[in-house]
Structure formats: C-alpha cells, structure tokens
Nanobody, 124 residues
Framework: QVRLVESGGGSVQPGGSLRLTCGAF????????IAWFRQVPGKEREIISC????????YYRDSVNGRFIMSKDNVKSWVYLQMNNMKPEDAGDYYC?????????????????WGQGVQVTVSS
C-alpha cells in the first residue's frame, strides 16, 4: 500500500529556512515522480516542485525557484524540500504526492497518491 507521510512543518520568520521531509512507504521511490504541492485557504493546490522518477529533471515553481531545493534519497525512501529565504507567501499546507510509474510530473489528472499534509507558517 502506497503511503506518504510528511513531517517538518512549522513556523518560521521571513528569511528563515525550513526543511520538509516525506517518507515514502509501500513502493519503490525511484519508480515514481514525486511532487510537493501547496494549498492556501480558498485556493486550489498548486505544484511547488517535482522530481522525475529518473531524478533527471526537477521542476520548481517560478516563485520558489532559487530558494527551494527538492531532493530525494531512493535508498532510504525519503523526499525533501529545503525551503530557504522564506517569504510570507510561502505559507500554506504542504503535501507530498506521487505519480504512479510511467506518469510524469504535472500530468493530468494529478498525482495518484497524497500525503496528509503539513502546515507551514511564515510570519514575524
């Protein structure tokens, strides 16, 4: 059974850093494209970053490009999102998500599996 479990959420001041971790259970991580999504109240979830199953491509949303770094450890089955120089607009609920094998980042109708999400707040 595919399961994704996020951790590392919390509160940070503007300019600070936070690292989210996603544990991938029940599947072989490097067979799946993995994404981080963010959702704020009243809006749809939006993709923040996504790494292809082959690790050859990493997508970043323009608003986080240069500040966030996504990585994964296929041996330990962990996925990370390092968030640096954070801004108030980075706040929201962050979700780890997986696209089943042969599906690529951003493909419709969206990921096949979701974690439960973690909350991130950015305020002084």
């Amino acid at each position: 059974q595919v399961r994704l479990v996020e951790s590392g959420g919390g509160s940070v001041q503007p300019g600070g850093s936070l690292r989210l971790t996603c544990g991938a259970f029940g599947f072989i991580l490097d067979h799946y494209a993995i994404a981080w999504f963010r959702q704020v109240p009243g809006k749809e979830r939006e993709i923040i970053s996504c790494i292809s199953s082959s690790d050859s491509n990493i997508y970043y949303r323009d608003s986080v490009n240069g500040r966030f770094i996504m990585s994964k450890d296929n041996v330990k089955s962990w996925v990370y999102l390092q968030m640096n120089n954070m801004k108030p607009e980075d706040a929201g609920d962050y979700y780890c998500a997986a696209y089943r094998p042969l599906r690529v980042c951003g493909s419709s109708p969206g990921p096949d599996h979701w974690g439960q999400g973690v909350q991130v707040t950015v305020s002084s």
